[in-house]
């Protein structure tokens, strides 16, 4: 089984997404504005956070967050 069969995501869907720099200081701002929810919410802001580090993002930190694993 595909990834995309799972979650619909294909080849040629990502290929007309914006990328994360084009859409770093919205999600900042959508993130300092609601609770932010994950599985292993610890290990996804590692990436996050880095990529608003690559994205010159001056400053992020979510309003809230919920881990979803503990």
């Known amino acids: 089984m595909r990834a995309a069969h799972v ?3 294909t080849n040629e869907v990502l290929t ?3 990328s994360f720099a ?7 701002a ?6 932010l ?6 290990f996804d802001l590692r990436f996050i956070t ?8 001056d400053y992020f ?3 809230a967050s919920a881990n979803t694993l503990s």
């Open 50 to 57: 880095n990529e608003m580090r690559l994205a010159k993002v």
């Open 61 to 63: 930190q979510p309003a």
């Open 30 to 35: 959508l993130a300092m504005t609601n609770v």
């Open 16 to 18: 007309r997404a914006h």
């Open 37 to 42: 929810v994950g599985h292993n919410l610890p």
């Open 22 to 28: 084009a859409t770093a200081n919205w999600i900042s």
């Open 7 to 9: 979650h619909g995501i």
